[in-house]
C-alpha cells in the first residue's frame, strides 16, 4: 500500500525557513498528484500546493504565494515543500497526501501523518 511520511517540522523564527520533505513509499512517486496541506489548531484543513506527475503546480492558498515553492525529486521517491519568509501565522500540522491520478483534481486518498511547523519568537 501507498505511504506518506513527512519530515522536516520543528520550531522556526518569524523570516525563517524550512524545507518540508514527503517520502512516498509502496509505489514509484512519478505516477501520482501529490498535495501539501497545513491545519492550525481550532481553523479548518487548508490546502496549499499541489504537484502533477509532470511537475506543473497548482497554488491554492493566496497567503504563500511567493514564499513557499512544491517540488519534487522521482530518484528519491519525494515531494518537497520549500517555506520561506515564515510567518507566526503559517503555524500548524503540515500533511502531504497522493490522490490516484497524475493531475491535481482534490481527491486525496493517502496522507501521512504530518510534520509540526511553529513560528515563533
Known amino acids: 500500500q501507498l505511504q506518506l511520511v513527512e519530515s522536516g517540522g520543528g520550531l522556526v523564527q518569524p523570516g525563517g525557513s524550512l524545507r518540508l520533505s514527503c517520502l512516498v513509499s509502496g509505489f514509484p512517486l512519478d505516477p501520482y498528484a501529490i498535495g501539501w496541506f497545513r491545519q492550525a489548531p481550532g481553523k479548518e484543513r487548508e490546502d496549499i500546493l499541489c504537484?502533477?506527475?509532470?511537475?506543473?503546480?497548482?497554488v491554492y492558498a493566496d497567503s504563500v504565494k511567493g514564499r513557499f515553492t512544491i517540488s519534487r525529486d522521482s530518484a528519491k521517491n519525494t515531494v518537497y515543500l520549500q517555506l520561506n519568509n515564515l510567518k507566526p501565522e503559517d503555524t500548524g500540522v503540515y500533511y502531504c497526501?497522493?490522490?490516484?491520478?497524475?493531475?491535481?483534481?482534490?481527491?486525496?486518498?493517502?496522507w501521512g501523518q504530518g510534520t509540526q511547523v511553529t513560528v515563533s519568537l
Open positions: 504537484i502533477s506527475s509532470t511537475g506543473g503546480s497548482t
Open positions: 497526501a497522493s490522490e490516484d491520478s497524475r493531475w491535481c483534481v482534490g481527491e486525496y486518498d493517502y
